[in-house]
Each structure stands twice: as C-alpha cells, then as structure tokens.
Nanobody
Framework: QVQLVQSGGGLVQAGGSLRLSCAPS????????MGWFRQAPGKDRAFVAA????????YYADSVKGRFTISRDNAKNTVYLQMNSLKPEDTAVYYC?????????????????????WGKGTLVTVSS
C-alpha cells in the first residue's frame, strides 16, 4: 500500500525556518499534483500550498505567500515545503497530500485544492 511519508517539522522560534519533505513509499511514478495542508488546534484542515507535475504551477494560501515555498524533485519523487519567517499562528499539524487528477490545475485555479492521498501529519510548533 502506498503511503506518503513525511519528515521535518518540530519546534522553532518565531522568525525561524523549517523544511518539510514528503515522498511516497511503494510508488515510483509521480503524482500529478502534490501539496501541503495544515490543521491548527480547534480548526479545520486548511490548504497551504500545492504544485503540479511540471512544477510550473504553484498555489499558495494568502496567509503563507511570500514566506513559504513549495517545490518538488520528480527524480526523487519528493515534495518540499520551505517555511521561512514562521509565526506562532503557523503552529499546526502539517499534512502532505497528493493526487493523480490531471485536471488539478483547472480546479486549483477556481480555489478547489482538494487531494486524494494523505500523509499522517507532522507537528510544527512556532514559539513566540
């Protein structure tokens, strides 16, 4: 069974940086789109960032634009989330996600960022 395996995360002070990584185990082909979502305590899971297969199209939540960067290495079948200038409000469990839907760009252009496969989540805590 394919699993999205996440690494990175942890505790960082406000203004600091962290990088999250995610790669599928048990699968060598690339997903069409991969991304990151997060769930803060007491809140619903929310979209953070996504990237399509070629890497030409990236999508970000307004709250992270200019601070977070999503990238992927298709040779390693890995997606990354570089998080800079972290704020306490970025504290959440971060989930890697992926989809084989090759219409993802059309949906994302309309704000429909949902994906089909999920990692188990990793906690990011930003202290003030």
């Amino acid at each position: 069974q394919v699993q999205l395996v996440q690494s990175g995360g942890g505790l960082v002070q406000a203004g600091g940086s962290l990088r999250l990584s995610c790669a599928p185990s048990g699968r060598t082909s690339s997903y069409y789109a991969m991304g990151w979502f997060r769930q803060a305590p007491g809140k619903d899971r929310a979209f953070v960032a996504a990237i399509n297969l070629s890497g030409e199209n990236t999508y970000y939540a307004d709250s992270v634009k200019g601070r977070f960067t999503i990238s992927r290495d298709n040779a390693k079948n890995t997606v990354y989330l570089q998080m800079n200038s972290l704020k306490p409000e970025d504290t959440a469990v971060y989930y890697c996600a992926a989809t084989d839907d090759n219409n993802y760009d059309r949906r994302a252009a309309l704000g429909a960022y949902g994906m089909d496969y999920w990692g188990k989540g990793t906690l990011v805590t930003v202290s003030s």
